[in-house]
């Protein structure tokens, strides 16, 4: 095997002797490498984040300053053919940790549903660029880069796979960087990736099986084997993994040696494939979505491998792309042949995402904004053409080129993710994150915070009731606020001037909420293996009610999340009261209404309602056999609830948060309206002026506040009334003591009632109630009235505010 390929100065041969195996010299080279590499990288994206480039860019432009200073250059005790072979292991280890960390994270009902858009978008950019490649090749043949081709059926091959192929660790990296993987774009992007490297990985297979049977018939067969295997290792990973769990129930990780055997089984799956001459890669992300997410396993994997891969390994991989850069070899006749070859690459993947926008109703600037991301290369094209090279498919000039194709092409993408992430960011702010306005095929996007495990069984409960697929339910992020160190050490100081028991001293935040954190993954766990539901706990060191108003903010941002439950900070007592026990929590639940990028619903728990359960356990778990009757058929139901409707935005939200409760089988919906009776009309009632108004002209000019309601009540009526699925009623109330009376009459009779905020109802509804909208200033007078209520029977109540766009003026 030749010395170096890449690195055109010859080495002292009395400074170069090869030894086996790494020495500590190199070793030691190795490490200066890495923490150059960190360092310089960092530094970069110091410079780059505000521009909104991914680390990965970073992390290759620091590749190459580390390989001209000549870092690369000064390790010399190992035979290679260049600097790709040198850390061949090394890269193998990224990419299936790496990927089996995609699989893990990856939001299977999401990618469910985005199935038919992501297979139509790589089959269309997968064939316009094989079709390109093929033609290119034919001519290309007999020279290539003034070197005689072997074949040109295995030139144009090799090309084909070189030309279509996606480096999915690249593109995942890019999107995870960047908080793109929520989006549905996002999505679609990265499972195109991964279907393009699949598609890759097995045209590259089946180049190197078409070489071993030239070589030996009999080593055909290791591509059974391995698919063999695979799948019999995939069989088990659930009940395996479900044992571990069982073994360790009620912890946040598993024992050590329990983690170690499974890091060890996840290496030992995904080199399997390697060592028979095939990629991991599909096997280690096969892995990872079979992996079960409930439960201890999943969290001690992910904690173990996450700071390591992506503090090192990834960044040390993308490094080595930038690394293969050799300024001492550059020269026009390698600079123009790699340009080309990315161009080339660009424009597959453009004319086939053009193809894929027209069929998918894709606009085409995002489309060709995906054709570049999906032009990045990776490990697989470097195999490609070390197996081209060896067979002598093309020139040592020709992989020159070839690499730097492949450097600019994994640049040029950082521009385009960059316009990606402004433009995603831009459709989240200026759209109406409301129920109201979503469309009945969209996904609802959902998000919980709680500062204890005590209330998160209610959140999680509705959650539940409001989800009727939940194989099509995208993830519902968990925010945990727990108390972090300096609060327990504030507590231990006050605790030593007084007479209550001292508390032992702060190792780290994480160690002061361990207690908390472990009560909550219990809750989680439990929530996600009843209801099929994915829950993301995401665990956030409590701190001022100002910093975590935005760290709440920032999350739902972040998820993209349409709509955020939380407690409100009203709990019951046993006496039936509700009373703010801390202050903290309702500044929190203040700051969140004010700040929140989608629209909010406070939940005020009464979970010693006497009349009958709360929501507290999963419905697959309720051993209850109480059911009540549903208000428009005699069917039993496990949950009566009612919506009140005064008119606004915030009550149309409550309205439509309850229609899609209505159409869980097990809840009962009444929705009560309340008319002024100076404006009442006893012959013509509200829904048919609706219908009139609905069928009559005036499209032409906006619509104010009352025209608006009254559709909004004509649609629910159609859909839902009238179908027998919810009851419609319309109270005429004359004074504010007939609001109050009506009110109040609900206890004993829903175990929830849903209301709007308001700030915004018809202000003749509200004349009188001045006592109860001052009282109940951050909730608004209707959920003051419910929760001044200290009946027993009084169900829990649900206060939402809907999401309101802020007009930004274009610069």
């Given at each position: 095997?030749?010395?170096v390929?890449l ?6 041969p009395?400074v170069w002797t ?7 010299d ?5 490490v200066i490498q890495?923490l150059?590499?960190?360092l310089?990288?960092?530094l970069f994206?110091s410079l780059?984040r505000?521009y ?7 992390q290759?432009?620091?590749?190459m300053v580390?390989g ?12 290679v ?10 890269i193998?280890?990224?990419r299936i ?9 990856t939001d ?9 858009r992501?297979?139509a978008?790589?089959y269309a950019t997968?064939?316009?660029?094989l ?6 090749s034919s ?8 070197s005689?081709?072997?074949t ?6 090799t090309l ?6 996606t480096s999915?660790l ?5 999107a ?7 989006t549905?774009?996002g999505r679609l992007?990265v ?6 490297n ?12 078409t ?13 059974f084997v391995a698919l063999?295997g695979v799948?019999?290792?995939l069989w ?17 990780h598993?024992r ?6 499974m890091i060890s089984?996840?290496?030992?799956v ?7 001459g095939?990629?991991?890669l599909?096997?280690?992300f096969?892995?990872?979505?079979v992996?079960?997410?409930e439960?201890?396993a999943?969290r001690?994997?992910?904690d173990?491998?996450v ?11 993308f490094a080595?792309?930038?690394m293969?850069?050799?300024f001492?070899?550059?020269s026009?006749a390698?600079i123009?042949?790699?340009?080309l070859?990315m161009?080339?690459?660009?424009v597959g ?6 193809v894929a926008s027209?069929y998918?109703n ?7 904004r995906?054709?570049v991301?999906?032009n990045?290369k990776?490990?697989?094209d470097t ?5 081209a090279?060896?067979?002598?498919v093309?020139?040592?000039q020709a992989l020159?080129?070839?690499i730097?194709g ?7 993408a950082?521009p ?5 992430v402004r433009k995603?960011k831009e459709a989240?702010?200026?759209t ?14 959902m998000?919980t ?10 959140l999680l409960?509705?959650v539940e009731?409001m989800?009727?697929?939940?194989d099509k339910?995208p ?6 606020l727990?108390?972090g160190?300096?609060k327990?050490?504030a507590?231990?100081?006050a605790a030593a001037s007084s ?9 780290d935040?994480?160690d002061a909420g361990r207690?908390a ?5 219990t809750?989680?766990d439990?929530y ?7 829950f993301?706990q995401?665990d956030?060191?409590?701190?001022s ?11 739902a941002g ?8 939380l407690?409100c900070y009203?709990?019951q007592?046993?006496?039936?009261k509700m009373?703010?026990?801390?202050e903290?929590r309702?500044?929190l639940n203040?700051?969140v209404?004010?700040?929140?990028p ?9 979970p010693y309602r006497?009349s009958g359960a ?5 419905t697959?778990?309720d051993?209850?056999?109480s059911?009540?009757?549903?208000p428009?058929s005699d ?5 009566v609830?009612?919506?009140v409707f005064?008119?606004g935005?915030d009550?149309r939200e409550?309205?439509?948060?309850a229609?899609?409760?209505a159409e869980n089988p097990?809840?009962?919906l009444?929705?009560?309206?309340f008319?002024?009776?100076?404006t009442?009309?006893t ?12 069928a ?12 608006v309601d ?9 859909n839902y009334?009238a179908t ?16 109050v009376e009506t009110?109040?009459?609900?206890a004993?009779?829903f175990?929830?009632v ?7 109802q ?6 009188g109630?001045?006592?109860w ?9 209707v959920?003051e009235i419910l929760a ?5 029977e009084m169900?829990s109540v649900?206060?939402?505010?809907q999401h309101?766009v802020?007009?930004q003026?274009?610069?």
């Amino acid at each position: 095997m030749g010395r170096v390929s890449l690195c055109s100065e010859d080495v002292d041969p009395l400074v170069w002797t090869p030894v086996p195996g790494i020495a500590v010299d190199t070793l030691f080279l190795l490490v200066i490498q890495a923490l150059a590499i960190i360092l310089v990288s960092n530094l970069f994206h110091s410079l780059l984040r505000r521009y909104n480039q991914p680390n990965a860019i970073s992390q290759i432009l620091a590749g190459m300053v580390v390989g001209g200073m000549g870092l690369r250059n000064a390790i010399v005790h190992i035979d290679v053919d260049n600097v790709e072979d040198m850390y061949n292991g090394y890269i193998a280890a990224t990419r299936i940790l790496y990927m089996f960390l995609v699989g893990l994270e990856t939001d299977i009902a999401s990618l469910r549903s985005t199935a038919r858009r992501c297979v139509a978008f790589t089959y269309a950019t997968v064939a316009a660029s094989l079709l390109l490649a093929a033609i290119v090749s034919s001519g290309m043949y007999g020279s290539m880069m003034h070197s005689p081709v072997r074949t040109p059926e295995m030139l144009a091959a090799t090309l084909m796979v070189a030309l279509t192929n996606t480096s999915s660790l690249s593109v995942a990296r890019i999107a995870d960087d960047l908080k793109l993987t929520v989006t549905e774009n996002g999505r679609l992007l990265v499972s195109a990736a991964i279907g393009t490297n699949i598609i890759c990985v097995i045209g590259d297979g089946v180049l190197r099986s078409t070489r071993m049977a030239r070589e030996n018939s009999m080593d055909v067969s290791q591509g059974f084997v391995a698919l063999t295997g695979v799948g019999l290792a995939l069989w088990l990973v659930r009940p395996t993994v479900t044992r571990v769990n069982q073994r360790n129930v009620g912890q946040h990780h598993v024992r050590r040696r329990d983690l170690a055997f499974m890091i060890s089984a996840i290496w030992i799956v995904g080199n399997f494939p390697q060592k028979l001459g095939f990629d991991g890669l599909p096997t280690s992300f096969a892995l990872g979505l079979v992996f079960p997410r409930e439960g201890p396993a999943a969290r001690s994997v992910a904690d173990a491998l996450v700071p390591p891969v992506n503090g090192l390994l990834v960044p040390f991989y993308f490094a080595t792309i930038g690394m293969r850069m050799n300024f001492n070899t550059m020269s026009g006749a390698i600079i123009l042949p790699g340009v080309l070859m990315m161009l080339l690459g660009l424009v597959g993947k453009a004319i086939g995402a053009a193809v894929a926008s027209a069929y998918l109703n894709i606009p085409l600037c995002d489309a060709l904004r995906f054709s570049v991301l999906l032009n990045v290369k990776g490990h697989v094209d470097t195999m490609n053409m070390q197996f081209a090279k060896s067979e002598g498919v093309w020139a040592e000039q020709a992989l020159y080129a070839m690499i730097i194709g492949n450097l600019a092409s994994t640049l040029v993408a950082g521009p385009a993710a960059a316009v990606f992430v402004r433009k995603e960011k831009e459709a989240y702010a200026m759209t109406h994150q409301a129920l109201e306005s979503l469309r009945e095929e969209a996904e609802l996007r959902m998000m919980t915070c709680s500062h204890s495990a005590h209330s998160m069984p209610a959140l999680l409960s509705l959650v539940e009731l409001m989800v009727m697929e939940p194989d099509k339910q995208p993830a519902v992020q968990v925010v945990h606020l727990f108390e972090g160190g300096h609060k327990r050490a504030a507590a231990a100081a006050a605790a030593a001037s007084s007479t209550t028991p001292y508390l032992p001293p702060i190792i780290d935040e994480y160690d002061a909420g361990r207690e908390a954190i472990n009560d909550m993954n219990t809750v989680v766990d439990l929530y996600l293996r009843s209801t099929g539901i994915a829950f993301q706990q995401i665990d956030v060191v409590g701190s001022s009610a100002s910093r975590d108003v935005d760290a709440v903010c920032r999350c739902a941002g972040e998820a993209r999340a349409a709509l955020l439950l939380l407690p409100c900070y009203r709990e019951q007592r046993y006496d039936g009261k509700m009373a703010c026990r801390l202050e903290e929590r309702r500044e929190l639940n203040v700051g969140v209404l004010a700040k929140a990028p989608c629209t909010v619903g406070l939940l005020m728990d009464r979970p010693y309602r006497s009349s009958g359960a709360s929501f507290q356990v999963p419905t697959s778990v309720d051993t209850s056999t109480s059911t009540l009757l549903h208000p428009c058929s005699d069917r039993a139901v496990r949950h009566v609830i009612a919506a009140v409707f005064l008119g606004g935005a915030d009550d149309r939200e409550a309205v439509s948060v309850a229609s899609r409760l209505a159409e869980n089988p097990n809840i009962g919906l009444t929705v009560f309206r309340f008319v002024k009776l100076s404006t009442y009309d006893t012959v013509t009632s509200s829904t048919s002026r609706a219908a009139s108004s609905a069928a009559g002209g005036g499209l032409s000019r906006p619509f104010n506040d009352a025209e608006v309601d009254e559709r909004f009540m004509w649609r629910f009526y159609e859909n839902y009334a009238a179908t027998e699925m919810a009851m419609y009623v319309e109270k005429v109330v004359e004074s504010p003591a007939d609001v109050v009376e009506t009110l109040d009459a609900m206890a004993g009779m829903f175990s929830l009632v849903i209301v709007g905020r308001g700030g915004r109802q018809p202000k003749e509804l509200l004349i009188g109630l001045d006592e109860w909208a001052e009282a109940g200033r951050e909730l608004g007078a209707v959920a003051e009235i419910l929760a001044s209520n200290t009946s027993m029977e009084m169900g829990s109540v649900l206060i939402m505010q809907q999401h309101r766009v802020l007009v930004q003026v274009p610069r």
